[in-house]
């Protein structure tokens, strides 16, 4: 890791305070950055249009930065982007310990902004009064596929062979689906849980640190997703040489973006928000922020990209004798 990716980056010269790298909250920072990039401050205090934006997210994607950093940081970069899009906007950034906490929230109608995983998306009840927006392009795609990776030498070449294994898991975005496809794996073999099938669930918060103890032999697997892994076997080409995908996923939506259908000031003040989050691909310090972050732009949601996580949650709900009778195969085959 370079020194600017261990430091952070620094906004602007206005702005005396530097994101932390490195997690899921780093997006939702860019997103936040998003209408601070684009232009120059213009506008005077006296005049401005007063709003309130409430955002919100759970404590577990912030699970290297600190919570209150983070708080910090929104309310910066919103009193700073609302000065130059018209508005004396601040922030009123919450941290929920659990989804069940921040739906509560949003069924209240205290929170307008939300950025979820999608996992704990579909399984809250807010349809109603929040609708996704956006979903984050990496790498080329708004889509992550998950990996069960061993080496080629192991001699593991199926599921049940990892019976009693120790594994390393990648978190992160994302992570809740993940594990939900490992369920879902299982079942379908009739393997039994996660929890009992291997002898330790051990998590990794980096792709290197969940895929290089497989790789020198230390580790027998690991779960991470596709693009990671390629990122690494790009750097080390040895990794992707000794390494096998024993199975892969479906490819999922992993976080999304909503805004509250009502709540705002004015439907230009929301309007503004979707403006300024679609176009920060487009000025040159918008895209550094997303290279910074491993993100490329957002795109708009559409109702169809969450119907591969919608049949896994479908599955993983499902009573295990019935599930396992009806899912369709998963690919358990190893990659050349």
């Not at 998950?146 to 593991?156: E, H, M, W």
């Not at 009992?196 to 103890?213: D, G, H, I, Q, R």
Request: with cysteine.
């Amino acid at each position: 890791m370079n020194s600017s990716q261990q430091q952070g980056i620094e906004c602007s010269a206005d702005i005396p305070f530097r994101i932390p790298l490195g997690s899921f909250v780093g997006w939702a920072m860019a997103l936040l950055c998003l209408v601070v990039a684009p232009f120059q401050i213009a506008a005077q205090e006296v005049g401005l249009q007063l709003i309130t934006l409430h955002v919100g997210f759970t404590r577990a994607s912030f699970r290297i930065v600190n919570a209150s950093d983070a708080t910090s940081a929104f309310r910066v970069f919103a009193q700073t982007a609302g000065r130059k899009r018209g508005y004396a906007l601040d922030t009123d950034a919450q941290v929920f310990d659990n989804s069940a906490a921040c739906e509560a929230e949003i069924k209240k109608g205290t929170i307008n902004m939300a950025i979820l995983d999608s996992w704990d998306f579909l399984g809250m009840d807010i349809h109603q009064v929040m609708e996704p927006v956006f979903v984050s392009v990496e790498q080329g795609s708004f889509l992550k596929e998950y990996l069960l990776l061993v080496r080629r030498d192991s001699g593991l070449t199926r599921l049940a062979d990892l019976r009693g294994k120790e594994l390393m898991v990648l978190e992160g975005k994302g992570g809740s689906l993940s594990r939900a496809w490992l369920d879902r794996l299982l079942l379908e073999q009739h393997l039994g849980a996660k929890e009992t099938f291997f002898s330790n669930l051990e998590s990794a918060f980096k792709s290197s640190s969940a895929v290089l103890p497989v790789f020198f032999g230390s580790k027998p697997v690991c779960m991470v997703d596709r693009s990671g892994f390629q990122v690494m076997s790009e750097l080390n080409p040895q990794v992707g040489s000794n390494l096998v995908v024993l199975a892969v996923s479906e490819p999922y939506v992993a976080t999304i973006t909503c805004l509250s259908k009502s709540g705002w000031t004015s439907p230009r003040a929301r309007q503004d928000v979707i403006n300024g989050i679609a176009e920060l691909h487009l000025e040159p310090n918008g895209r550094q922020i997303l290279t910074m972050f491993k993100l490329e732009q957002v795109v708009p949601f559409k109702e169809e990209y969450l119907d591969t996580a919608r049949k896994l949650r479908a599955a993983v709900e499902i009573p295990s004798k019935k599930n396992a009778a009806s899912l369709p195969n998963t690919q358990t085959h190893s990659e050349p």
